[in-house]
């Protein structure tokens, strides 16, 4: 069975850090693709980043270029999202996904960060 834990939200005033963590099982790591994306109230989804867990080239929204940070440890089937110098306007749940025969996602983890 596919599984995505996301985990890591919380509270931070704006300026600051969180690191969010998605452990993956049921699918083979190591070729698969997962991606993060977040949705504040009243917006749509959106994507923020997005790693090859293949060869662990990444890219960003440009929201976020250069604040935040994907990375992959194979050895735990656990991607990361690294954020740094939040804004008020990353608040929002954000989710973990992953794209196999169909869209698997995890189930939210809230970033709040406070001005």
């Known amino acids: 069975e596919v599984q995505l834990q996301a985990s890591g939200g919380g509270l931070v005033q704006a300026g600051g850090s969180l690191r969010l963590s998605c452990a993956a099982s049921?699918?083979?790591?190591?070729?698969?693709?997962i991606a993060w994306f977040r949705q504040a109230p009243g917006k749509e989804r959106e994507g923020v980043s997005c790693?090859?867990?293949?060869?662990?080239?990444?890219n960003y929204a440009d929201s976020v270029k250069g604040r935040f940070t994907v990375s992959s440890d194979r050895a735990k089937n656990t991607v990361y999202l690294q954020m740094d110098s939040l804004k008020p306007e990353d608040t929002a749940v954000y989710y973990c996904?992953?794209?196999?025969?169909?869209?698997?996602w995890g189930q939210g983890t809230q970033v709040t960060v406070s001005s």
């Open positions: 996904n992953t794209k196999l025969s169909r869209d698997y």
């Open positions: 049921g699918f083979t790591f190591d070729d698969s693709a």
């Open positions: 790693i090859w867990n293949t060869d662990g080239g990444a």
